[in-house]
């Protein structure tokens, strides 16, 4: 369903919206975001203030109202309260349920799109996505895998749900598929033919929970939050299982917490299954992703 607002009183709305978010100590810029999501008005018109005289949103103005309230109240991610958001050229559902995908994960599709440019054979076969949640990962990885099938692994159903619902909108349902387990579980037929693995898991240390802020510990999953007392819990499964998983000189791939690369990389190394294992920064310079390859021979 969607409602006819008339543009000067979007536009009244906006100034009040900007003014409590300034109060409150949010960042403006999401006032804007916001209105993006819900109405389709473009960056220039809102900067300058050139709305129509009527327009269409996905929220009549009382609705924007309660859940601009909510915003600057409970900090309710402001993704959530459009019930979408864009991660690279995508535009995905999201709600309560799954993570909110972030910029910095984007950059694990860059990683799989250079490897396949020197290794042109890792377009083709098995992919493994663990812990989809959204579906981001698995979505970017089949954009640029056009050749491979894409196994997508949750463990909450609400996830896979969500997740199934952005694979058909954007129409990979015929390259990703969608199963309901913990890591590796539901794709035992797949041992020792899994192309790349891939993985976004809970990285944040159980003590450090409560210092994220108010708008993810209160409002995003826990369970794709919380990486055990050190933060590493998930990893060294993934390191410990995937040695099983992986065709010789497969991918894995996985982004982690800044200040964890060392750690995870000896990990890797101590596992024994591993090769030309590489931490790699991101755009601001912290260690972000970590990528190994399966030895070719035991």
Request: hydrophobic share 40%; charged share 20%; proline share 5%.
């Amino acid at each position: 369903m969607s409602w006819q607002i008339s543009g000067d009183e979007l536009a009244r709305w906006r100034d009040n919206a900007l003014s409590a978010a300034k109060a409150s100590g949010i960042d403006p810029q999401e006032v804007d975001w916001f209105l993006r999501e819900v109405t389709g008005l473009d960056k220039l018109s809102l900067r300058l203030r050139t709305f129509p005289p009527s327009l269409e949103s996905s929220y009549s103005l009382a609705h924007l109202s309660r859940l601009w309230a909510e915003r600057l109240h409970s900090r309710s991610p402001v993704q959530y309260l459009a019930g979408s958001t864009t991660w690279r050229n995508f535009h995905l559902k999201v709600t309560h349920g799954v993570l909110i995908p972030r910029p910095e994960t984007e950059y694990l599709i860059d990683i799989v799109s250079a490897a396949v440019k020197t290794s042109p054979d890792l377009d083709s076969g098995h992919w493994a996505d663990l812990g989809t949640g959204s579906g981001a990962i698995a979505i970017g990885l089949s954009s640029i895998l056009t050749n491979a099938q894409i196994h997508a692994v949750d463990v909450s159903r609400v996830a896979l749900a969500i997740a199934a619902e952005n694979i058909k909108s954007l129409n990979y349902t015929d390259r990703i598929h969608l199963y309901q387990g913990s890591w590796w579980t539901p794709l035992q037929s797949l041992r020792g033919k899994i192309t790349g693995m891939i993985s976004n898991p809970p990285y944040i240390p159980s003590p450090t929970l409560e210092d994220l802020q108010p708008e993810v510990i209160n409002h995003e999953p826990t369970l794709a939050l919380d990486g055990g007392e050190d933060g590493l819990t998930s990893i060294r499964h993934l390191v410990s299982t995937s040695g099983d998983y992986l065709r010789p000189d497969g991918v894995w791939l996985i982004e982690i917490m800044a200040g964890q690369g060392a750690r995870v990389a000896s990990l890797l190394e101590q596992d024994g299954n591993y090769e030309s294992v590489t931490v790699i920064d991101d755009f601001a310079g912290f260690d972000r992703y970590v990528l190994a390859r399966r030895k070719s021979c035991p």
